[in-house]
């Protein structure tokens, strides 16, 4: 995976759309013999409540939805309702459940049956906090309002092989989706997992995952939040997302380490309550607390309220679909955004509990904004520098390209932080390479093909300082 996202920005904006296409639709490339985990565990899975559908849970004296005002969804979605595919690969979803209904978009059974039941209730939480339909009357809504989901039944319960999840997020990717949501955790991470993460970032997918549940046994990195999750803050490969309390602290289990890039709700303070979502019609599951405070998971007669079916649930599992929902919206106000780009906005008006913005390990910048958030996508700079060049043959496969300078346009009311950076990447035989750059000063360089090359392409690339690329291509012929 490439790492730097100026380098990552420069590589795929070579990319044709014909090109993304086959990629979407390649196998993964070979790996070198690495040995797989046994399997994923999700995250902690919801807990069984039976509300009544009043605006106030007497218990907490809070709504029983208060992520969605925690994270200013409702105002957002005003603003910005969202049309923006997200992927769930978990263990499905009840389609059934009134909320959910006419919410998937495609589905995808990677277990072979067909269906993509949730058996678990582990999915079926996690679509409610994205995309539970609003105004119907039920009890949840999620944050997308009505985002399409891809809903991808990776497994059917809380163990995962990486293989499988691996094969959900290229199943996400090829049919279309922008956002994945990954609420699984391993404490390493497999060559085809992490190739295919990469094939996502690649082709501009933006992948959330849950930090980690590991807050009160050493917060030892997780994967794959730990390999999306930029350095310190930094903007990585996707986003690690961390839980919260209604008062913005880090819930006590919540994964702190050097890749937590925000946060969102995801607990209270006590185990039997946290954020508000679906659950299955039919299941059976309950999480209770034992002697260590951790919820546990109890076979429970289900409670219903009219046709619906409703939980609360803690975990960094719930926390990372509200951002992904968050990420929807923004996505949604600004097209044009790439998925580095919707990531350092969610980054950049991200506040801590004192409304500061800086980060730190338990909750990266902070819990996301999406008022903030969708304002600042909508005057975001989404325009590119110019690439231009002259190409001069000097004999039979020998050039040599002179880069020219160029200025960093931007519209009234944009925002834009300047500068343009350079750089030249070569393709022959569909690999493509970095010549020279990223650089400030405009290159200058000879370029020639090795013996036997007949035909190559030489792009020029010029990228300003929040990543907005432009190329010109040159078709070399010996």
């Known amino acids: 995976m490439v790492v730097d996202p100026l380098r990552r920005a420069i590589l795929r904006a070579t990319l044709s759309d014909a090109e993304r296409a086959r990629l979407a639709r390649a196998p993964l490339p070979a790996g070198g013999g690495e040995t797989l985990p046994a399997a994923v565990s999700a995250l902690a899975a919801p807990e069984l409540s039976d509300p009544a559908l009043t605006a106030v849970d007497a218990s907490t004296g809070l709504p029983y939805a208060w992520h969605l005002a925690a994270v200013q969804a409702p105002a957002a979605l005003a603003l910005q309702p969202s049309g923006v595919k997200v992927a769930i690969v978990d263990t499905g979803a009840d389609l059934a459940h009134p909320d959910l209904r006419d919410a998937a978009a495609a589905t995808v059974d990677l277990l072979g049956t067909g269906s993509v039941a949730d058996l678990d209730g582990h999915g079926t939480f996690i679509a409610g906090l994205i995309a539970a339909r609003a105004g119907n009357g039920l009890g949840s809504a999620g944050v997308a309002g009505k985002t399409p989901l891809v809903i991808v039944r990776a497994s059917t319960g809380a163990r995962f092989r990486q293989s499988a999840i691996a094969d959900g997020i290229l199943a996400a990717v090829r049919r279309g989706a922008r956002i994945i949501n990954l609420s699984v955790e391993a404490p390493t991470i497999g060559y085809v997992f992490a190739a295919a993460l990469a094939r996502a970032v690649e082709l501009d997918t933006l992948v959330v995952a849950a930090a980690g549940n590991s807050g009160d046994v050493g917060n030892a990195p997780q994967q794959p939040a730990a390999l999306l999750g930029g350095y310190r803050g930094s903007v990585g490969s996707g986003l690690s997302v961390a839980a919260t309390l209604p008062d913005g602290r880090a819930a006590s289990f919540s994964t702190r380490n050097t890749s937590v890039s925000v946060a969102a709700p995801g607990a209270m303070a006590d185990c039997r309550r ?130 020219l300078a160029s200025s960093d346009p931007r519209r009234r009311g944009q925002l834009s932080e300047g500068g343009v950076r350079y750089a030249l990447v070569l393709e022959r035989s569909g690999v493509r390479r970095l010549l020279a750059g990223p650089s400030r000063r405009p290159p200058k360089r000879r370029v020639s093909l090795p013996a036997g090359t007949r035909r190559a392409r030489l792009y020029v690339v010029a990228c300003d300082r929040v990543l907005n690329c432009a190329h010109k291509t040159f078709a070399l012929r010996r």
């Open 274 to 403: 946290g954020v508000f979502s679906t659950l299955p019609l039919a299941s059976d599951i309950s999480f209770d607390d034992d002697s260590r405070g951790r919820c546990l998971p109890l076979v429970f007669a289900p409670g219903r309220f009219a046709s619906g079916r409703y939980a609360y649930g803690q975990g960094t599992s719930f926390a990372a679909p509200i951002v992904a929902g968050v990420a929807a919206l923004v996505w949604a106000a600004q097209p044009r955004l790439h998925s580095d780009q919707v990531a350092r906005i969610l980054m950049r008006t991200a506040r801590q509990r004192d409304g500061s913005h800086r980060w730190t390990p338990a909750t990266g910048y902070g819990v996301v904004n999406a008022v903030a958030a969708v304002q600042l996508a909508r005057r975001f700079d989404v325009t590119p520098p110019p690439a231009r060049a002259r190409l001069r043959a000097l004999g039979r496969g020998v050039w040599t390209v002179r880069v």
